[in-house]
């Protein structure tokens, strides 16, 4: 258009609607080969290493951005679906057993609470069920297995065993 209409360059990409860097512009071949490279190594050794690790422990440090090392990473399919939320199976649902005595069933439950100061504590309860008393309340900031353990010995001890004993989760 230049040459035929005698236009600058200027005119002639105004008469186009072009932008005055699209003439200028060259494309660049992309070698991503030392990319390649450089991700397959590392998930020979790590193959259950996402993204993430990925690009901080292997790529990162030779220098490949991050931008260009997720349009490779996803374009070799390496992109892994994300784990959904564990559930619990499916129970079958019991009526609640009324109990005839005491120390036929216990229900034991734990739960957590926060003080003012924003501490948290946590309580471990174990009830009779047939006169609804409260036979323990163990209270402390931890609560670990063992000592849950030796609360339920203890009361094994003092009343005996019951014949059936139902937790918070079933």
Known sequence: MQTHRGLSARRADRALRMSRSVRHYRS?????GPLFTAIEAHLKGNSGHGFGL???QALRPQGFGKTRSWRVYVGLRLNLLRRGKRRWSERTREPLEIPMQA???????????ALWSGRRF????VNDDFN???????IDTSLP????IRVLDELVELRGAPRRLRLHNG
């Open 28 to 32: 660049r071949v992309r070698d991503d």
């Open 54 to 56: 990925l690009f901080d």
């Open 103 to 113: 120390n036929h069933t216990w229900s034991a439950d734990s739960m957590s609470d």
């Open 122 to 125: 946590r309580t471990f309860n």
């Open 132 to 138: 609804c008393q409260s036979l323990r309340i163990e």
């Open 145 to 148: 297995s063992q000592r849950v």
